[in-house]
């Protein structure tokens, strides 16, 4: 089934519009649930929560990318619960990494006040990602939005996992000098 027809199932709210989307997308959110949690049990229920935050914003929202509305709704679950079981302990799936990875594209005095600045700031790295020549972006965005692993990349772009590291690691130094440039911090 085509995604517009989802879509529209939601709309006239229709429960076989949940069963269509776990079937087109549920090892899709899966993964990348279970790439944040590193914990199959938990990823399903991300998963399932999606269907119902779906469900609960379809109407009034009519996403014209489904597979990105929904990769965005289960990132968003699932770094709620990392968040929730890793309130008293630091580690697990690769969540930590990365946020320690990107934490050094970031001055550590710098604080996003508001909610303005975050959209901002998310616009400003989105730029930047484009800016990039295709495999580099691509290498990015499995790390920093899927949270894959460096092995898994390395696997899926034919390179050493060490190979993937530097490529993540000199892209990083990009993004920090780009946002330094553009005012993020001095």
Known sequence: MEDFEIVELYWSRNPEAIRETSHKYGAYCFSIANNILDDSGDAEECVNDTWMRAWNAMPPQRPARLRLFLAKITRGIAFNKA????????????????????????????????????????????????????????????????????????????????????????????????????????
């Open 83 to 186: 968040s929730a079981k890793n309130a008293d302990r630091r580690g697990g799936g690769q969540l930590p990494l990365i946020l320690d990875e990107l934490a050094e594209c970031i001055e550590s005095g710098t604080r996003v006040e508001t909610e303005v600045d975050a959209r901002e700031l998310g616009r400003c790295i989105n730029k930047f990602v484009r800016s990039l020549p295709q495999r580099e972006g691509d290498i990015f965005i499995r790390r920093c939005f899927f949270t894959e692993s460096a092995a898994v990349i390395g696997r899926r772009f034919g390179l050493t996992e060490n190979n993937v590291s530097v490529i993540l690691s000199r892209t990083r130094r990009k993004l920090r000098a780009y946002l330094k440039k553009e005012g993020w911090f001095k």
